[in-house]
């Protein structure tokens, strides 16, 4: 296959590369998990895998136990997950998601971005079809176990696609409901699980030219910014490297 995973390599997000927006994305996402899902990681998968990642991003203990504790807190504010759908410059289809505890600041801000760089934000929903909702896990490999092996196990608990990135990891692709089936599968065998995160994979892309690609990053890099945005997805094809 590939598809997913060749779109993942060109469109990793720049939010990533800077320490502070990784603890910020992560500590609203352990928050939420803590909230719906209680405090016990034993309990709680989806905040035990958080807490896996939040070590391997050098996350300091102090900020998890805050943003789990914010979680029960009346004196802090409630965050809400809401995605927002609209098209950037030539019709680039952009989703974005985001975690805060001010919808009316949000959408107002996410509203000017697209309008300003001559985009319109859409009506929620008005995108799904464009993009297929996947769970992405990065495992390390086990000397043991081939990919050729793992892949055809994993097929029975929904994965859809496996590859190795540049540093030697395996990332797993699988339906956005195969979620809890493959990190239990996962847990269960022995596999160190790096992270475990949501992503929305285009099915079909966009060809723009140099300047073209230009006019939407600037709309991309500017959502990026914003501080409730957790994720950007867009179907702008992207050059080969």
Not at 34 to 63: C, F, T, W
Not at 66 to 75: C, G, L, P, T, V
Not at 108 to 116: E, G, M, P, V
Request: charged letters at 30%.
């Amino acid at each position: 296959m590939g598809r997913a995973f060749e779109y993942r390599k060109a469109t990793k997000l720049k939010r990533w590369g800077n320490m502070a927006r990784v603890f910020t994305k992560l500590g609203k996402q352990i928050t939420i998990a803590a909230r719906e899902g209680g405090p016990d990681p034993d309990m709680n998968p989806r905040l035990r895998v958080l807490m896996q990642q939040s070590k391997k991003e050098n996350m300091p203990k102090e900020n998890v136990e805050r943003a789990i504790k914010k979680a029960f807190s009346k004196d802090e504010a409630d965050y809400k997950e809401i995605n927002y759908e609209g098209y950037g410059p030539h019709g680039v289809a952009i989703f974005v998601e985001t975690a805060t505890d001010n919808n009316t600041r949000t959408v107002a801000n996410i509203r000017s971005y697209f309008n300003r760089f001559g985009g319109s934000l859409g009506t929620s929903g008005c995108l799904q079809f464009l993009f297929d909702h996947k769970c992405v896990f990065n495992i390390v490999p086990k000397a043991d176990v081939s990919l050729e092996d793992l892949e055809l196990e994993l097929i029975d608990y929904g994965v859809e696609e496996l590859n190795q990135d540049e540093e030697g990891n395996i990332i797993l692709y699988g339906d956005f409901q195969s979620y809890a089936a493959i990190q239990k599968y996962l847990e269960e065998n022995g596999f160190e699980i790096n992270s475990a995160e949501f992503e929305r994979i285009p099915n079909d892309y966009k060809e723009l030219n140099e300047e073209q690609r230009a006019s939407v990053q600037k709309l991309l890099d500017k959502i990026e910014e914003d501080e409730d945005v957790q994720n950007v997805f867009h179907n702008m094809a992207m050059p080969e490297e």
